[in-house]
């Protein structure tokens, strides 16, 4: 009946633009590479116009669907994203369950693909007769390693995690301190800890779990995971998976920024950003301006209203800043610095600048996609984490693999000043990060060229998805 149709694959987005771009990008090299073409199916509260403009600009085949909204009204206010997105998650399974019905009549749907908190949807692909359930894991083999050992850690880890004396030590990782373990698992009163969990059990459902990472970024975890094991899936790293053709567009475009890079010198800018929805509070704000201007180093600052009002992510469901953020910068710190320095409200078109020669530094947030676009371009980076699992990754990059330098906690002016400058010009630690991340780029390029690690283990995908067979991997 669909014998002549490209096989086709559904993928369940939950919000975030940071979730979306890795699996539309996933979705893209899918249809150019092996021919499969794709429906990204999203939650109606993902209906930001930022994220809209983005599924306007996929190419044909890559299509997208919203599922109708669901009532989540009941739910606490200052509930976390992640209990909200695994909520909407479950609440849409009826409806999810009708879509890929519909969608599996009109398409020679070959599998379906859930991301990190849309595991319950396997319950919905069950019930429309889907028979591959496939995780697509945007962030990396640390954190999934984690969330996998999750139900083993809940019976055997007393307390918070934050309270613990020595460091998780987990097959493969680098050890992480209890306060730096991924943000929504410490405080185990609130229900977004319980959803980890769970979570960490469902994964176990899937017929194989793709991640965005590469092997050369987290050696150890990649050996482990690489060998198949009866008490988990199989593990295929296909990374980086980063957008290939940003222009910049949507909230971005016509970014004063490039023309200012043009007229920069060779890797003298440290790029600041702190992702799709990060802002800092009030005082790291104006300490980050300062230390800036002490470093001397140019700057380009993606500026955003400070979070001292509500949690620090707020911004996370529309990019747009919502008041005037300059105005939270301190007292003639832009005419003081205007030489050196440029400052943008709320948005950058992030792949273009770090793609800029211009551009020799990143201080980020280090949301995973930032580090793979810092890594893809060879950018050596300063890691100020705010939250998810960003402060696991720093801790990966700086004690790990060591592409990234960390901020002390305390986030004063001089230490921020030594940072920029160690990572930017320094002869110690910073030339050996810069070492580094430049063999990571080349790493992460090998990776993807035909017959590379990550180009062959997508490869080896698309043969289970097409070759027949069962839900296959394990
Ligand atoms: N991004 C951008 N311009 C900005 C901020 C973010 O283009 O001013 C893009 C960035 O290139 C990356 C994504 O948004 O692809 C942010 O994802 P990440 O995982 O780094 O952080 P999150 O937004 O999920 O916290």
């Known amino acids: 009946f669909h014998g ?52 306007a600009s996929l190419p044909s085949a890559v299509a997208s669907l919203s599922l109708p909204p669901v009532d989540l009204s009941d739910l606490p206010r200052g509930a976390a994203i992640e209990t ?39 319950d919905a692909a069950a019930a429309a007769g889907v028979r591959r359930k496939y995780l697509f894991f945007p962030t990396n083999l640390h954190v999934l390693t984690l969330i996998l050992h999750l139900p083993e850690l809940d019976v055997t880890v007393p307390g918070e995690f934050r309270h613990l004396p020595e460091p998780v030590r987990l ?139 509500g949690a620090v992510n707020d911004n996370y469901y529309d990019a747009e800043s919502k008041k005037d953020p300059f105005a939270y910068l301190p007292e003639g710190f832009v005419e003081r610095t205007k030489d050196v320095g440029l400052v943008v409200p709320s948005w950058a078109p992030q792949i273009k600048v770090l ?32 939250f998810a699992e960003q402060r696991q990754n720093a801790v990966m990059l700086s004690e790990g693999v060591g592409a990234a330098i960390r901020v002390s906690e305390s986030k004063g002016r001089e230490k921020i000043a030594a940072v920029v400058r160690e990572v930017m010009a320094g002869e110690g630690r910073g030339a050996a990060v810069r070492a580094k991340v430049a063999e990571l780029q080349k790493a992460a390029a090998e990776g993807l060229k035909e017959g590379g690690a990550a180009a062959t283990a997508l490869a080896e995908v698309v043969e289970k998805w097409t070759g027949g067979g069962g839900g296959g991997g394990n």
């Open 84 to 122: 909200l997105m695994s909520e909407e998650c479950v609440r849409s399974i009826p409806a999810l369950t009708k879509l890929l019905l519909d969608l599996s009549r009109a398409a020679n749907l070959v599998a379906f693909v859930a991301d990190l908190f849309g595991a319950d949807s396997f």
């Open 171 to 309: 097959p493969g990782c680098v050890a992480i301190p209890g306060p730096d373990i991924l943000m929504p698992l410490q405080d185990k009163t609130n229900p977004c800890y319980k959803w980890m969990v769970h979570h960490g059990a469902k994964y176990r459902e899937a017929d194989a779990i793709l991640v965005n990472s590469f092997d050369a970024v987290e050696p150890g975890p990649a050996k482990i995971l690489r060998q198949p094991s009866p008490d988990r899936p199989v593990v295929y790293p296909v990374g980086p998976l980063i957008q290939a053709d940003r222009d910049g567009g949507g909230a971005g475009s016509g970014c004063p920024c490039m023309e200012w890079l043009d007229r920069q010198p060779a890797k003298s800018v440290i790029f600041v950003s702190f992702g799709s929805g990060g802002s800092l509070p009030t005082e790291q704000m104006r300490e980050l301006a300062l230390g800036l201007e002490i470093s001397g180093q140019r700057f380009l600052w993606v500026v955003r209203s400070p979070s001292d009002e």
């Open 4 to 55: 002549n149709s490209p096989p086709h694959v559904a993928m369940l987005v939950t919000p975030g633009m940071g979730h979306l771009i890795p699996i539309a990008e996933l979705a893209k090299r899918l249809a150019t590479r092996h021919g499969v073409t794709s429906t990204l199916i999203t939650f109606a509260s993902t209906a930001s116009s930022t994220q809209r403009a983005f599924l």
């Open 355 to 386: 793609s800029h020669p211009a551009t020799g530094g990143f201080l980020t947030h280090c949301g995973w996609n930032s580090v793979l676009e810092s890594l893809v371009y060879g950018v050596p980076m300063v890691a100020w984490p705010l």
